[in-house]
């Protein structure tokens, strides 16, 4: 056997079976309603619908089955509603006339209902039509399936999930649901969220609350898992014995065009750190859970955000791009910080002492995220490698997804000297031809399938307001300033000087560049 063929064969028998859902393959049938919320709004032209279509194209929602509604306040038609998509569900690689067909067909699943958040009219007419396609369907009482999309703004979460348990559950228990799902930011604070987890809790049971955060459909986060729990390599190393620090970053490198109203109310923590990123935390930090099952796993990452201690002042740098006041949406005397690097320390037996710099910024020099985690020095080093730079473990979730460990090895040649390197699993090179889902788009299947795994539960969320709502209330009190910073930079140099005080040394002379094809 040659090498190619070898290689070959490794490569299929790459396990691609579905775990952590012991009914994975079970898929239900019967009538599914989804029922877009704010349909005409940003989230759901540029993720909810294509998210959809993209599911409608892969099979995983058969016409047969399927009807997708748009609700919301504005007046437009079913086609008008089409059209706003139609330009969102399109692009160069999927210009085909395979794709072209699959779209027309795909946006005549699509009917559009108007009516208001607050008001028993809209929502009986929109249960009206969505009984009509049952019926239409032939469904058989019980067996249909409504899906609750909330792209809204959360100030009207309350009365939208009012008015569709008194006007739109599925008409049976016996077999059929009704689910909701609703969108980040949940809450303002932890007296705030748990209000509105009171009010939804009232009217839907924990199992039909769907608290999506993209984040967990990213294809490097879904991974983080496997990599720590099926790979021998990490389970001795991954402590305080031999981490020093761990960096979860994200980084944009455009300001808050077009939502400078909304940012300004909640800022880069509530935006980004408070959900995105500790959820990427609880990952990397959460023990071994008993199973897959996805009660287990949640109960892991609520003990490790239980065991977060007080953030304190002097492990926070806030920023605020220069720049963002002029956003005609943003108050003049705004002090929403725009950046913040906020060192997070967790009291157990694994982490004690390794600091969990958490780091989030817009209107910055590049747009990445990604997990860094680094290791201490080597004891007894005799190749003086501490000067060159330590062990890294580094997870791109995006863009170019990849995972490689920078390690020092002997530079290739007749004298013996050392060099930084790295073992590169590159995505984009090794899964050749594979298409990563787009996290919407596997999230939301997960709705349909009822797998709650990749879901924030209610303590959950609540353990992560604990952690961060005192910090917060200081920022909005004013007792905490963010100091301003060039767009297009690092963010502010303050940040740099808390990550090298939290320990963190940066490689000097050394880059990773992802590989072309
Ligand atoms: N946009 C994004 O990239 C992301 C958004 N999210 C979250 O998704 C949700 C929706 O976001 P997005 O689509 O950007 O929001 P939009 O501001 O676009 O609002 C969505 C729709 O809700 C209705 N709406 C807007 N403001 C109000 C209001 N004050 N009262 C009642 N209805 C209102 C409008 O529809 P109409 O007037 O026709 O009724 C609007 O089209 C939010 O919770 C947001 O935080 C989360 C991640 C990313
Ligand atoms: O939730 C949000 O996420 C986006 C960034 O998402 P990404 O998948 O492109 O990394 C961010 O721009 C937005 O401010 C925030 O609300």
Not at 322 to 342: L, M
Request: glycine share 8%.
């Amino acid at each position: 056997m040659d090498s190619g063929q070898w290689t070959v064969e490794k490569r299929s028998s790459l396990g691609s079976e579905s775990f952590g859902r012991e009914d994975a393959n079970v898929l239900e049938t019967g009538c599914l309603s989804i029922i877009v919320l704010g349909a005409s709004g940003d989230l759901a032209k540029k993720k909810t619908f294509p998210a959809l279509f993209n599911l409608y194209r892969q099979g995983f929602l058969q016409e047969s089955e399927v009807h997708i509604f748009g609700y919301a306040r504005t007046k437009i038609s079913d086609d008008e509603l089409r059209n706003r998509i139609r330009g969102y569900l399109v692009n160069d690689k999927t210009a085909s006339l395979e794709h072209s067909e699959s779209l027309s067909k795909f946006l005549q699943l699509i009917k559009y209902v108007s009516g208001s958040y607050d008001t028993d009219e809209g929502f009986q007419l929109l249960d009206k039509e969505i009984s009509k396609h049952e019926v239409s369907k032939n469904s058989v009482e019980g067996s249909s399936r409504r899906l609750f999309y909330f792209a809204l703004p959360p100030s009207v979460y309350p009365s939208v999930s009012r008015m569709i348990k008194k006007c739109c559950m599925n008409k049976s228990d016996l077999g059929g649901w009704t689910r909701i799902v609703v969108e980040k930011p949940f809450g303002k604070d932890l007296e705030s969220a748990e209000h509105l987890s009171s009010q939804i809790g009232e009217l839907f049971d924990e199992a039909q609350i769907y608290r999506i955060d993209h984040y967990l459909g990213k294809e490097l986060v879904q991974n983080l898992l496997v990599l720590r729990f099926a790979n021998r390599f990490f389970l001795p190393l991954w402590n305080r014995d031999n981490i020093d620090n761990v960096q979860i970053v994200f980084r944009e490198d455009f300001g808050t065009e077009g939502r400078g109203g909304y940012f300004d109310e909640y800022g880069i923590i509530r935006d980004i750190i408070q959900n995105h990123l500790l959820q990427v935390l609880c990952l990397v930090a959460m023990e071994k859970p008993v199973s897959l099952k996805p009660e287990h796993i949640r109960d892991e990452k609520v003990k490790v955000l239980q065991s977060v201690l007080p953030i304190k002042d002097e492990e926070v740098v806030l920023g605020q791009y220069e720049g963002y006041r002029d956003d005609p949406t943003v108050p003049d005397n705004s002090n929403t910080p725009t950046f913040a690097t906020v060192i997070l320390r967790i009291h157990n037996e694994r982490w004690e002492g390794v600091p969990f710099i958490l780091k989030a910024g817009k209107a910055l020099g590049s747009r990445k995220a990604e997990i860094r985690v680094q290791f201490k020095d080597v004891p007894g080093d005799i190749f003086k490698c501490k000067k060159q730079g330590r062990n890294e473990f580094v997870i791109r979730l995006q863009p170019s997804e990849a995972m490689y460990m920078k390690l020092t090895v002997k530079q290739p040649g007749l004298e013996m000297r050392t060099a930084q390197s790295e073992l590169d699993l590159s995505y984009r090179q090794r899964y050749q031809g594979v298409t990563i889902p787009e996290a919407y788009e596997r999230l939301i299947l997960d709705t349909i399938r009822g797998d709650q795994q990749h879901f924030v539960r209610r303590d959950e969320l609540k353990a992560a307001w604990e952690i961060f709502t005192p910090l917060l209330h200081r920022i909005d009190n004013g007792k905490m300033k963010p100091n301003s910073y060039q767009p297009g930079s690092r963010g502010p140099a303050e940040a740099d000087e808390l990550l090298s005080k939290a320990g963190y040394v940066q490689t000097h002379g050394y880059i990773w560049i992802p590989p072309t094809l």
